[in-house]
């Protein structure tokens, strides 16, 4: 008997080691169905990885200027040449190097905000959600005072003041961006607050704290997780309007919006100093948007059924288009 049992808790523990094996094949097997999830994932996957290697793959400096080489056109042009592929700014720069360099400010800007801003913002939401009272009352009139306020007067007051910096730009935007987080918290918390596996935490005796992040924190994983990725596109294009209006990342540093700026007075004599650093915000923004759109159908039911059952109509139509053609085929 105590053999039987000692193989079966090997065997569960086995199983156990290898469900994240299945649950991966089996999120591939949802991602190959959904053709625009799947290109937001690999432009996602491309960004990170250019972002990560960019000393390596980029062909110069960034910050190196040649003022022989000024406005370069791209290659495709007849001036152009093949040592500088998108063609070079008004100091000589790079601008395919610039390009890839700049995608790691926005990764790193998007990631900081996101962690912070979502971090105190989602530890809100649970607090007033479930104790509600006046910790209720208190948060929520702070969310109320911080939106009504402008968020972006707010944040170019402070970086004014301040002084623009990366720090300051990842903290101003994390001070205008926790409040979305703590709402939609608060209002997933109400809405489960009454439910059986809830209140039989709180008939055993647990405490409040291991309530709110043992057992109602994990129920929202999925739509805390596609919100984090829509306000990752936000602040992208955040971080790039800072930036633009010489309020975000400062030179010598690179960065999309940064480029877009210095490029604008060049735009009607050299168009690829603006274009190819907004073409690139606009890529980032898109992946991250078909991404989020993507994971929201999987995470929600109603939703996966819904794609579950076109899938399963069009399989049952081509099916009988081919028998069709089958019998026709035949004398």
């Known amino acids: 008997m105590t053999k039987t049992k000692a193989n079966d808790l090997e065997q569960a523990l086995s199983r156990s080691r290898y469900e994240w094996v299945d649950k991966l094949k089996e999120l591939g097997r949802e991602l190959r169905r959904d053709t625009a999830g799947f290109i937001g994932v690999v432009l996602i996957t491309a960004l990170v990885l250019m972002a990560v290697f960019a000393p390596l793959i980029s062909p110069h400096d960034p910050t190196e200027q040649d003022l022989t080489a000024r406005l370069v056109p791209p290659v495709w042009y007849e001036k ?120 039989a935490a709180e008939v055993v005796g647990c405490r409040w704290p291991r309530i709110i992040f043992r057992h109602i924190l994990p129920n929202l994983t999925s739509s805390l997780l596609t919100l984090g990725i829509l306000e990752f596109a936000r602040i992208v294009l955040a971080e790039a309007a800072l930036s633009f209006l010489g309020l975000g990342i400062q030179p010598p540093a690179t960065s999309w919006g940064l480029d877009v700026s210095m490029g604008k007075n060049y735009m009607f004599m050299a168009w690829w100093l603006v274009t190819i650093p907004g073409c690139a915000i606009g890529i980032t923004v898109l992946a991250i948007n078909l991404v989020a759109s993507w994971l929201r159908l999987i995470s929600d039911p109603q939703e996966r059924e819904k794609q579950f059952a076109r899938h399963m109509a069009g399989s049952m139509r081509k099916a009988m288009v081919l028998k069709a053609e089958t019998e026709r085929r035949q004398p």
């Open 80 to 199: 152009g040449s093949w040592g500088h592929v998108f063609g070079t700014d008004h100091l000589g720069r790079d601008i395919l190097s610039r390009a890839i360099h700049g995608s790691r400010v926005s990764l790193w800007v998007g990631v900081s905000v996101v962690s912070l801003a979502g971090g105190f913002g989602v530890v809100m939401g649970l607090l007033a959600g479930y104790l509600g009272g006046r910790t209720d009352a208190f948060i929520m009139r702070w969310v109320d005072t911080q939106v009504a306020f402008p968020g972006l007067l707010l944040a170019l007051i402070i970086l004014a003041v301040i002084g623009p910096s990366l720090t300051t730009v990842v903290l101003v935007l994390s001070l205008n961006g926790w409040m979305v987080y703590g709402r939609m918290t608060r209002s997933a918390v109400l809405a489960i607050r009454q439910s059986p596996y809830v209140e």
